[in-house]
Structure formats: structure tokens, C-alpha cells
């Protein structure tokens, strides 16, 4: 046997799943947001939703797992993500005070302040739904690099609409996952006028009045409202809307059909959900969209099937998100 070239070896290995530390889609892990253009985080934050299950925060784990898996080129734009883009994995974001929702929030804030100064997009698994407030906060609105100081547009994909202003607090959280789509609007960071809440279904804790709108000017497309009007007639909807505004991306797992994702936080049985599928024609349809960051939220991988179906599911969501930036960076 010839000499073995063991760091060699080491490269030759790397894209195999199995084989390594388990990085998302087996990216570097630099936590420099300066080194990256897309910049892939952990936010294992469970604390702001106490209406379910809390093990929302072991999500970032189990899709770091999962999508070792998916390192992958993308057939449909044609594109090698990792080959036409700078995408590393910068960890998790740190939470010293996890169990206190309403201070975590404002750590989540402070740590993607450090991401929008250095100019990376970044897309996020959770987590609980209260990440995305923290996460509008600091890359859209008044002093924000990303969005130039501009508020964002918002394409939040939910069964639920997070938006209680009338609920002063939710189990003493006063910015938890049922807040968040109410206080980005009225504190500047989202613009409504530009936005979309998709997939909402079910029924409410109390009845709402505005059941078939947004009193705080989101155009929404409820599930059934998408069921009958289609996938085109639904991106047209949200190109029309967002038109050449920074948008963002909100995906709540539970907009999926439980049976497709029966590990996520707040279930909606009977009441059909949006199929996978149907959300991937959708992600194709945004392309060439400047899309500034996304999440994905609301995993609970201690419920998941042997499979992983749901994180699987959820990292295959990642990398279309992954795509559709790397995608607009390269064609700008
Ligand atoms: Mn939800």
C-alpha cells in the first residue's frame, strides 16, 4: 500500500453524511458572520410558547443532523449553492437566560444586529415562533443595514397568525410566538401593506371578527382560500404584493399537513393544511425575489417519526430557502 494522504482522505470524506461533525448541510462552521453572504443559525429557543410541548429548542440539532443528507445541487435553478455563494454554519445563537422568554428576545435582537452590520442573510432554525420578532427587528426597519432602513416585506407561512394584540401576555410573555406578526407592524419593522400570511386554518381560542382579513393590513390567504384559488393565482398574489421590496421569509411547520409533519409545536388536525409540495411550487415562483433572510420554526424532533419525516421535510425546506438566495445573489 502506498502512503496513505490522510488529510487527503479527510476531503475526500467530507460530504458524506455520516462521516464528520454535523454541521447544516455539512457547511464550515465559521461563526464570523464577515466570512459568509448567507449565513445558516441555530436559535434553540423554547420559551416563547407555553401553550404546547417546549422541546422546540433540540430543532437546530436534529436538522444539522438531518441534512447531511442534502448537501446538494439544485436542479431546477440549475445552481450549486454552496459552489456559487459563501454559506457557513455559525452556530447557535446564545441564550444564557433560555428559560425568560421576554429577555431572550432581546439577545436573539442583538445577535442578528452583529449579522445585519456584516451584511449576511440569514436563514434560521428554531426554536418557538417568538425568533422571528427579534430576528425583524434587527435586520428590517429604521437602522437596519440589510433593508437599507426600509421595512420589510413578510411572507409568513403559518396555520396561525401570531398576531394577538389583544392578549396583553402570554403566560407572562409580552413578545412570545403569539405576538410577534403585531408588534413588528406597529413598531415599524414590517410593512403590512407588502405582506402575506398563507396557510391559517382552524379554529381560534376565541372567535375573531376579522376572520376573512387583517386589521393590521396583511392580505391573508387562508388555507382554504389557497385550496381554492391555487399555487399560481397565490404567487401572483404575493409578487404583486411584495413587488421589488425586501422580503422575508416566516415558515411555521405546522402550515404543513400533519400528516406530513406531525413533529411540530401547535398541530391542526382535521382541518386540512397545506402538502409539501405544494409549498415547494410556491418557494419556485418567489425566485428572483431579493429575499433577506428566512426561518424555519417550530420543530419539536422529540415527537418525530422514525424517519425524521419532519426534519427531513424541514431541512429540504432550508435548502429551497438556501436556493432561492444564493440564486438572487448571483444573478444581481
Ligand atoms: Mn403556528
Known amino acids: 500500500m502506498d502512503e496513505f494522504d490522510i488529510e487527503r482522505a479527510k476531503k475526500e470524506m467530507q460530504p458524506w453524511n455520516w462521516w464528520g461533525i454535523p454541521t447544516?448541510?455539512?457547511?464550515?462552521?465559521?461563526?464570523?458572520?464577515?466570512?459568509?453572504?448567507?449565513?445558516?443559525?441555530?436559535?434553540?429557543?423554547?420559551?416563547?410558547?407555553?401553550?404546547?410541548?417546549?422541546?422546540?429548542?433540540?430543532?437546530?440539532r436534529a436538522i444539522r443532523n438531518t441534512s447531511g443528507w442534502y448537501r446538494r445541487a439544485h436542479q431546477h435553478y440549475g445552481i450549486v449553492p454552496w459552489d456559487i455563494a459563501r454559506i457557513n454554519d455559525l452556530g447557535?445563537?446564545?441564550?444564557?437566560?433560555?428559560?425568560?422568554?421576554?429577555?431572550?428576545?432581546?439577545?436573539?435582537?442583538?445577535?442578528?444586529?452583529?449579522?445585519?452590520?456584516?451584511?449576511?442573510?440569514?436563514?434560521?432554525?428554531?426554536?418557538d415562533h417568538a425568533i422571528t420578532g427579534p430576528i425583524l427587528k434587527a435586520i428590517a426597519g429604521a437602522g437596519a443595514k440589510t433593508t437599507g432602513g426600509e421595512k420589510t416585506a413578510l411572507l409568513h407561512f403559518d396555520a396561525h397568525r401570531d398576531d394577538y394584540q389583544h392578549i396583553p401576555h402570554w403566560l407572562g410573555s409580552r413578545r412570545s410566538a403569539a405576538h410577534w406578526a403585531h408588534y413588528t407592524v406597529v413598531e415599524d419593522h414590517v410593512d403590512p401593506e407588502r405582506s402575506v400570511q398563507l396557510g391559517m386554518r382552524g379554529n381560534p381560542i376565541k372567535p375573531r371578527e376579522d376572520v376573512n382579513h387583517s386589521i393590521l393590513g396583511y392580505k391573508l390567504i387562508t388555507a382554504?382560500?389557497?385550496?381554492?384559488?391555487?399555487?399560481?393565482?397565490?404567487?401572483?398574489?404575493?409578487?404583486?404584493?411584495?413587488?421589488?421590496?425586501?422580503?422575508?421569509?416566516?415558515?411555521?411547520?405546522?402550515?404543513?399537513?400533519?400528516?406530513?409533519?406531525?413533529?411540530?409545536?401547535?398541530?391542526?388536525?382535521?382541518?386540512?393544511?397545506?402538502?409539501?409540495?405544494?409549498?415547494?411550487?410556491?418557494?419556485h415562483g418567489l425566485r428572483g425575489m431579493n429575499i433577506i433572510g428566512a426561518d424555519i420554526v417550530c420543530m419539536i424532533p422529540t415527537k418525530d417519526t422514525a424517519a425524521n419525516i419532519t426534519s427531513m421535510t424541514a431541512m429540504a425546506i432550508m435548502f429551497e430557502?438556501?436556493?432561492?438566495?444564493?440564486?438572487?445573489?448571483?444573478?444581481?
Not at 447557535?92 to 433560555?98: K, Q, S, V, Y
Not at 432581546?106 to 426554536?127: C, M, N, Q, W
Not at 438556501?322 to 438572487?328: C, K, P, R, V
Request: proline content about 8%; hydrophobic content about 40%.
Open 24 to 60: 447544516f448541510f455539512k457547511c464550515p462552521w465559521d461563526e464570523d458572520p464577515a466570512n459568509c453572504d448567507i449565513a445558516l443559525v441555530g436559535v434553540p429557543h423554547s420559551s416563547g410558547n407555553g401553550s404546547t410541548e417546549r422541546d422546540q429548542h433540540l430543532a437546530p
Open 92 to 127: 447557535d445563537a446564545p441564550l444564557p437566560e433560555a428559560m425568560v422568554n421576554d429577555i431572550s428576545v432581546e439577545h436573539i435582537e442583538a445577535y442578528f444586529k452583529t449579522l445585519d452590520a456584516a451584511g449576511t442573510r440569514p436563514v434560521s432554525v428554531g426554536g
Open 224 to 283: 382554504d382560500d389557497f385550496f381554492s384559488i391555487g399555487i399560481e393565482k397565490t404567487v401572483q398574489i404575493i409578487r404583486d404584493r411584495v413587488g421589488y421590496a425586501p422580503l422575508y421569509i416566516t415558515f411555521d411547520l405546522d402550515v404543513l399537513d400533519p400528516t406530513e409533519a406531525p413533529a411540530v409545536a401547535n398541530l391542526e388536525p382535521l382541518h386540512r393544511g397545506l402538502r409539501a409540495w405544494e409549498c415547494l411550487q410556491i418557494f
Open 321 to 332: 430557502f438556501i436556493a432561492l438566495i444564493a440564486d438572487y445573489l448571483n444573478s444581481r
